[in-house]
């Protein structure tokens, strides 16, 4: 039988897992503007929902990179997670590492927005400021085509997001850095 989880037993879960500031980081920034999205989108009943998943997304990254998006799915299965859960963070692998296609609108989002946080944040700190408050869509833009600059980000996986959505990528990158503008006192805190 699944059961919902609360942000603190996902936070507990993804730290059992996680213990690379990077990776915690990197969480708290995905919860952040998952939250955002589901806000932006009319999803606001279910705004701590999106933020779990996207908090959750890569639990199994630090341990099993291997097998990223898959061993997730067994951890939180064993834990009798909602399968919800379970379904949109192993989605955000789709054509990756796992077959299993975003449907949900949510799903859609995390899938695009995900690679797309590193290179927004990989830009910010090219930045005297090093905050993505001051960035703009035109500067992401230049560093996006340059595929040497933050090569760990997946311009495919963006642009397959994109198009899922149905979303120009000016739209995209800028809605997500306005999302990360929005937690980035949380994630920059963090320690």
């Given at each position: 039988?699944?059961?919902?989880?609360?942000?603190?037993?996902?936070?507990?879960?993804?730290?059992?897992?996680?213990?690379?500031?990077?990776?915690?980081?990197?969480?708290?920034?995905?919860?952040?503007?998952?939250?955002?999205?589901?806000?932006?989108?009319?999803?606001?009943?279910?705004?701590?929902?999106?933020?779990?998943?996207?908090?959750?997304?890569?639990?199994?990254?630090?341990?099993?990179?291997?097998?990223?998006?898959?061993?997730?799915?067994?951890?939180?299965?064993?834990?009798?997670?909602?399968?919800?859960?379970?379904?949109?963070?192993?989605?955000?692998?789709?054509?990756?590492?796992?077959?299993?296609?975003?449907?949900?609108?949510?799903?859609?989002?995390?899938?695009?927005?995900?690679?797309?946080?590193?290179?927004?944040?990989?830009?910010?700190?090219?930045?005297?400021?090093?905050?993505?408050?001051?960035?703009?869509?035109?500067?992401?833009?230049?560093?996006?085509?340059?595929?040497?600059?933050?090569?760990?980000?997946?311009?495919?996986?963006?642009?397959?997001?994109?198009k899922m959505l149905g979303w120009d990528l000016?739209?995209?990158?800028?809605?997500?850095?306005?999302?990360?503008?929005?937690?980035?006192?949380?994630?920059?805190?963090?320690?």
């Amino acid at each position: 039988m699944s059961e919902t989880i609360s942000r603190e037993q996902a936070w507990e879960l993804l730290c059992e897992y996680n213990k690379e500031h990077f990776h915690l980081k990197h969480a708290l920034t995905v919860e952040g503007v998952m939250k955002y999205f589901a806000d932006l989108l009319g999803y606001s009943k279910e705004k701590e929902f999106w933020g779990i998943v996207g908090l959750l997304h890569d639990l199994d990254f630090e341990r099993y990179p291997e097998e990223h998006c898959m061993k997730e799915q067994e951890i939180m299965r064993e834990r009798h997670i909602d399968e919800r859960i379970v379904r949109a963070t192993a989605s955000h692998g789709y054509a990756i590492t796992v077959d299993i296609k975003p449907e949900h609108q949510m799903e859609k989002v995390l899938y695009a927005a995900d690679e797309l946080t590193g290179l927004i944040y990989a830009a910010a700190l090219m930045r005297p400021s090093k905050s993505v408050q001051d960035i703009e869509v035109k500067s992401v833009r230049k560093k996006y085509k340059n595929a040497n600059f933050a090569a760990g980000c997946s311009r495919e996986v963006i642009e397959r997001g994109c198009k899922m959505l149905g979303w120009d990528l000016n739209y995209l990158i800028e809605q997500t850095i306005l999302a990360m503008r929005s937690c980035e006192d949380i994630y920059e805190n963090f320690e």
